[in-house]
């Protein structure tokens, strides 16, 4: 196997607050190769976008990556000067937010921003970089691009400007993207068409992909592999058929009983008892332990580290040898 383009090792993330140090990543670790879409899930603070958001160099102060390494390409980018990181997130990583006027400037014909985009970071002459934005515009599904090109992000509908997003994120050729809720805001018909566009582009073009998302759905719809977060940490990660199948953490399984499909729309996301900790309050042991159907004596104690099961990684002391026989 080639090596991956993005490798997160041991990140924690701390912000500081007036009560204190509360960490909000920690010991998170995952790998993404060329072409491949890693989705991450989890309830609302699990910390999906603030991994995100440490991968591109976004934490702002008082919040810091306190520990871990990030390499992209092999090359260390967690504690790069905040120039270099700049080009580093211009260039070799796109973005795409649940928000495309996050990343298009309204007062900007769209085509400009690409075209921009493309001459800032290729020799391109300024018709070559025309001619680029027109075909990445029709490779992402823009009805007549050397038309809309000339068009400004309010005149196009929210799913056609998610899809100039995805130009945008696609026009520096970067090899990694970062998605968080790009289809959150988009009707339920648009977001599917969304996600199959990022995963095919995502495999035309060998760029990772990491879909940050919190419905199970997209993850088993779009990705390859998926990250289960919980509390700052990973329950369990696996190729996605493995942890949609078969889920192995007592969180991981309750998140999988609560795929949406159209035919129940009606019960959609059954709830899993409790509430995600706040930083403040993350109980000692396992941080599932309060809401696990499954706890015992040793969970509220001991922090379970992940382990490989099969093609899983779990941090769940059922799963581990010195624990309670595995369920
Ligand atoms: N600037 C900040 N200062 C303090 N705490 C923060 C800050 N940003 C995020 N957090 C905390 O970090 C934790 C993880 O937040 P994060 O935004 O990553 O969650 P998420 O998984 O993306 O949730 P959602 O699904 O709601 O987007 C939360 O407890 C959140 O309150
Ligand atoms: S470690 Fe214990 S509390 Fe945590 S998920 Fe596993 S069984 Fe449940
Ligand atoms: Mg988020």
């Given at each position: 196997m080639t090596d991956p383009v993005l490798s997160v090792r041991d990140l924690r993330v701390e912000f500081v607050t007036r009560r204190g140090v509360l960490t909000a990543i920690d010991g998170v670790s995952f790998d993404i190769a060329r072409g491949e879409v890693l989705g991450v899930v989890g309830e609302s603070g699990a910390g999906k976008s603030v991994t995100g958001a440490a991968v591109i160099g976004l934490i702002d102060p008082p919040g810091r990556i306190a520990g871990g390494e990030i390499r992209l390409g092999g090359e260390r980018i967690d504690a790069l000067p905040p120039e270099r990181m700049r080009r580093v997130r211009g260039k070799r990583i796109g973005m795409i937010f649940q928000d495309p006027l996050t990343s298009l400037n309204p007062l900007y014909r769209v085509g400009r921003q690409i075209e921009e985009t493309i001459r800032t970071h290729t020799d391109l002459s300024a018709r070559a970089a025309r001619q680029r934005a027109i075909d990445l515009l029709a490779e992402v599904g823009i009805p007549a691009p050397e038309r809309r090109i000339d068009g400004f992000p309010h005149e196009f509908s929210g799913g056609m400007r998610q899809r100039v997003v995805i130009a945008l994120a696609l026009a520096a050729e970067p090899e990694l993207i970062i998605a968080d809720e790009p289809t959150t805001a988009l009707d339920v018909s648009v977001?599917?068409?969304?996600?199959?566009?990022?995963?095919?582009?995502?495999?035309?073009?060998?760029?990772?992909?990491?879909?940050?998302?919190?419905?199970?759905?997209?993850?088993?719809?779009?990705?390859?592999?998926?990250?289960?977060?919980?509390?700052?940490?990973?329950?369990?990660?696996?190729?996605?058929?493995?942890?949609?199948?078969?889920?192995?953490?007592?969180?991981?399984q309750g998140l999988m009983g609560a795929i949406p499909t159209l035919a129940h729309d009606a019960d959609r996301l059954a709830q899993i008892p409790g509430a995600m900790p706040r930083l403040s309050a993350i109980p000692p042991g396992c941080a599932f332990n309060p809401r696990c159907p499954k706890v015992f004596a040793r969970c509220r104690v001991d922090r379970p580290e992940p382990l490989a099961v099969g093609s899983h990684r779990v941090a769940c002391h059922l799963y581990d040898a010195s624990g309670k026989a595995a369920a």
């Open positions: 977001q599917a068409q969304i996600i199959a566009l990022l995963k095919r582009l995502g495999r035309d073009h060998g760029t990772a992909v990491m879909l940050i998302t919190h419905d199970m759905g997209v993850i088993a719809e779009a990705a390859d592999r998926v990250a289960v977060m919980y509390a700052g940490r990973i329950a369990e990660i696996g190729p996605v058929r493995a942890v949609v199948g078969e889920p192995l953490h007592p969180y991981a």
